[in-house]
C-alpha cells in the first residue's frame, strides 16, 4: 500500500505559479510511476504529467513548457511546479502512483486506470 497526500493547492493571479506536492509512505516510492490528474466538476480526471520510475516523463499538450513534473526518491515526494497559469488551469490536481510493465508506461501513462493509489487533491484555483 502507498499513501499519497498532496499540498501546496490555493488561489492565485493568471500568470502566477504554484509549486504543488505529494508525499508518500508505505511501500517504495521509487518504485512506482507517479503522475498528476486533474478535474473540474461535470467533467472527467484527465492527465496532466507522468514520471516514470526509470524518469520518462510526459505532458499533456495544454502544460507543456509551463509545467514540470519531478520527484525526490529519497524523500519519497513528487512535484508538480506550475508556472504561467491560466484560469483553465483551475481544477482539483490529484497525484497518482501505479506500477507499469516494462515498455508499457508509453501506451499506458495517461490513463486513470494505470494508478492503483491516489491522493485526496488540492484545490488549485486561477482568476483573470
Known amino acids: 500500500q502507498v499513501q499519497l497526500v498532496e499540498s501546496g493547492g490555493g488561489l492565485v493571479q493568471a500568470g502566477g505559479s504554484l509549486r504543488l506536492s505529494c508525499a508518500a509512505s508505505?511501500?517504495?516510492?521509487?518504485?512506482?510511476?507517479v503522475a498528476w490528474f486533474r478535474q473540474v466538476p461535470g467533467k472527467e480526471r484527465e492527465i496532466v504529467a507522468a514520471?516514470?520510475?526509470?524518469?520518462?516523463?510526459s505532458y499533456v499538450d495544454s502544460v507543456k513548457g509551463r509545467f514540470t513534473i519531478s520527484r525526490d526518491n529519497g524523500k519519497s515526494t513528487a512535484f508538480l511546479q506550475m508556472n504561467s497559469l491560466k484560469p483553465e488551469d483551475t481544477a482539483v490536481y490529484y497525484c497518482a502512483a501505479g506500477s507499469f510493465a516494462p515498455g508499457s508506461f508509453v501506451s499506458r501513462w495517461s490513463k486513470t486506470y494505470s494508478y492503483d493509489y491516489w491522493g485526496q487533491g488540492t484545490q488549485v484555483t486561477v482568476s483573470s
Open positions: 514520471r516514470s520510475r526509470s524518469d520518462t516523463i
Open positions: 508505505g511501500r517504495t516510492f521509487s518504485s512506482y510511476a
